[in-house]
């Protein structure tokens, strides 16, 4: 997209609202607040931060200040880094203030986006906790899930929040463990939603000159490809083990079961975030247009069409909660696409295509702009940033090609947080241990050297939070399928990515853990796997046994198959029990793991250790950092308390 592209009539502006996504409050400290939001046009903007009435900060952005990136004609992304020239006051209500400036007027965020405030309030609120009383967490939002959003139980929750004089029930911040976004499996609905939000925008267009397609433009703008999309997908030659018996001498290079409409432009994706995150372009969406579509895709489409359309229902909620309180993110495999780097055979075919290749490079720069940006701005060069801004600003191949080499190889997406207990979140999927006795293998999920620097920054730490987004104990009887699987060949198709389905990687995370010198109180945050549980962990004959808790709280608008997941359920507690021998064969041999319960008030869950349903995390942490009380809100209405169980229930 040239300059001259970028500029838009003052008619069609009028056609959009100002702000087209967000605001989101993103990183929070002492000494900053980092905004993100997307504008329908190129405005200057004057940022403020409140305490009452009283103005602590200020700050001014020109329309090419050093957080911009012209998406398209009429998109302008803006990251809004505002440095608070003294400390920020802790545990005590705050706001702030966006003024959007064109044509010497100035329009404030009670005017551009008034549903992102609630009752009472004239500036949307949030409060800087860096000593962690209460987090939120979660992971897995499909849009078309038949379920409801958790998204809009954390908006209940914030409303409640709200009605005391001070912050002591607003959470400290909202982690997301994952796939906040599903590139690899989009719904016909929601990708329609995405080429009309792509035309009205001008998003980025780009050549495919390598594939068989030619332009973006044939993508975005055929419907018949949809539910097509394994046609025009790369594929590689060979195959392995089960693969090898069930799909013949080709296979899919992206290994999503669900890849019909998988995402593959940057346009797609940029469209994708801004669908997810905000109502204001669902108005120019007529998704009850089928012109295109027969057959077997008008009828996929027809039947996803009431989620997608409860789905955009929940946004303004969406909205204002992603306004109201510190969210940080990390991707997982969905983000990019499924299996994303799950072993070393699957590297080499996926980046050894070119169509592969720029489809990850796309999902990493929207991941980048969208998501890990705003969790540590700090931590993205200046370099790199001005190249994205140079890429949209020219639309030259050799630099989009460029910024995707460098994402490929960049080693910086993982991050801290400094608050009480500190916040550890990790990179589970760009620094991966490969396997060195079969391409095949699972790669661990992170190397040798990354674990390294990981005990370092640990080391004298007295309580940690770490944020993996696949659990770090898992349901033993899961990972034993998946390992046998694996023997089989068949690690991709029962996404066999666990911690301890690579020997090295597992030996070193659990060896972290029996360090004398590392934390004595560890909470595990996890995500991924579509159903949610509690673990206390102990070492075995230890006197100094660290305190472990492994939370999983998975998904947020999701969830297992539910007649499978009760039957895993009940073996594990039979086959894995404290008495059972085969604890001896799992690397976990030398630690005990209790399940808790999950029940809710009238004990509709008596036998569980796995909790099924769309719902958000909550952990409330005592003054030592450990967790007191652990919990789901679910969609169903129900709080999920998860009790220590009894002697039973440890399983060694």
């Known amino acids: ?97 966006l003024g959007l400036q064109l044509d010497d007027q100035v329009q404030w965020l009670a005017t551009t986006t008034p549903q992102i405030l609630y009752a009472g309030e004239i500036r949307p609120r949030f409060a800087f906790k ?58 016909g609905p929601m990708l329609h939603a995405i080429h009309t939000v792509i035309a009205q925008l001008g998003l980025y267009e780009e050549s495919l000159d390598k594939t068989e397609l030619l332009h973006s433009r044939e993508l975005h703008s055929q419907r018949k490809h949809y539910y097509r999309r394994t046609e025009l997908l790369p594929s590689s030659p060979g195959g392995q083990g089960l693969r090898k018996i069930f799909r013949g001498a080709r296979k899919p290079i992206f290994t999503s079961a669900n890849a019909a409409n998988h995402l593959a432009t940057l346009a797609e994706v940029l469209g994708m975030y801004l669908l997810v995150w905000s109502p204001a372009l669902w108005p120019f969406v007529d998704l009850d247009d089928l012109t295109g579509l027969e057959g077997e895709a008008l009828e996929r489409y027809q039947a996803q069409l009431s989620a997608i359309k409860h789905f955009a229902n929940g946004l303004p ?15 997982d495999d969905h983000d990019i696409t499924d299996d994303w780097n799950l072993s070393r055979d699957w590297e080499e075919s996926a980046y050894g295509h070119p169509l592969s290749r720029r489809i990850i490079g796309n999902c990493l720069i929207a991941y980048l702009l969208c998501q890990a940006w705003g969790n540590a701005p700090e931590r993205f060069p200046e370099h790199l940033i001005k190249a994205v801004q140079a890429l949209f600003r020219t639309g030259k191949e050799a630099l989009h090609d460029l910024l995707i080499d460098q994402l490929l190889k960049m080693e910086g997406w993982h991050y801290s947080l400094a608050t009480q207990p500190k916040i550890v979140v990790l ?51 899961i990972e034993v399928v998946q390992r046998i699987f694996t023997w089989l060949g ?20 659990l060896n972290i853990f029996r360090h004398r010198h590392t934390p004595h109180n560890f909470t595990i945050l996890s995500g991924d796997v579509h159903y949610s549980f509690v673990y206390d962990v102990r070492l075995r004959h230890h006197e100094q046994t660290p305190h472990i808790w492994q939370i999983t709280a998975s998904g947020i608008k999701n969830a297992f198959p539910e007649k499978l997941l009760k039957n895993f359920d009940w073996l594990n507690r039979w086959l894995f029990a404290s008495y059972s021998p085969l604890n001896w064969f799992t690397r976990r041999r030398h630690m005990r793991i209790q399940q808790r319960r999950p029940s809710d008030h009238s004990g509709r869950y008596p036998h569980q250790r796995l909790y099924n349903g769309s719902g958000i995390g909550r952990v409330f942490f005592d003054e030592n950092g450990a967790p007191d009380r652990i919990q789901i809100l679910s ?11 009894y002697e039973s229930d440890w399983m060694d």
Not at 317 to 331: E, H, K, N, W
Not at 635 to 645: L, S, Y
Request: hydrophobic share 40%.
């Open 1 to 97: 997209m040239t300059t001259t592209e970028a500029v838009v009539t003052h008619q069609n502006a009028q056609a959009l609202p100002a702000i087209l996504a967000g605001p989101i409050l993103r990183h929070v400290s002492k000494h900053q607040l980092v905004l993100w939001l997307v504008t329908s046009q190129n405005y200057a903007i004057q940022a403020n931060c409140y305490q009452g009435d009283t103005l602590l900060a200020s700050a001014n952005f020109s329309p090419d200040h050093a957080g911009s990136v012209v998406l398209g004609r009429q998109a302008f992304l803006n990251l809004l880094v505002i440095n608070i020239p003294q400390n920020l006051p802790e545990d005590t209500w705050l706001s702030y203030d």
């Open 130 to 187: 860096p000593r962690v009383t209460q987090v939120l967490h979660g992971s897995c939002r499909k849009p078309h899930y038949r379920g409801g959003d958790a998204l809009l139980v954390v908006d209940q929750q914030l409303a409640e929040a709200r009605t005391l004089p001070d912050p002591s029930e607003q959470p400290s911040l909202l982690m997301m463990t994952g796939d906040q976004v599903y590139n690899d499996d989009v719904a």
């Open 317 to 331: 909620q969406v909205q204002r909660v992603l306004a109201s309180i510190p969210t940080y993110m990390i991707f």
């Open 427 to 477: 990179d589970t999927r760009t620094q991966r241990w490969r396997s060195e006795t079969s391409a095949a293998d699972p790669s661990g999920l992170m190397d040798w050297e990354t674990l390294t620097e990981l005990q370092q920054e640990l080391i004298h730490e007295k309580a940690v939070i770490l944020v993996s987004a696949a659990p770090i104990f898992g349901v033993k009887l």
């Open 490 to 509: 068949g690690s991709l198709m029962v996404d066999a990515e666990n911690w301890m389905a690579h020997p090295g990687s597992a030996n070193v995370i």
């Open 635 to 645: 969609t169903r209405d129900e709080c999920i308390q998860f009790n220590r169980g």
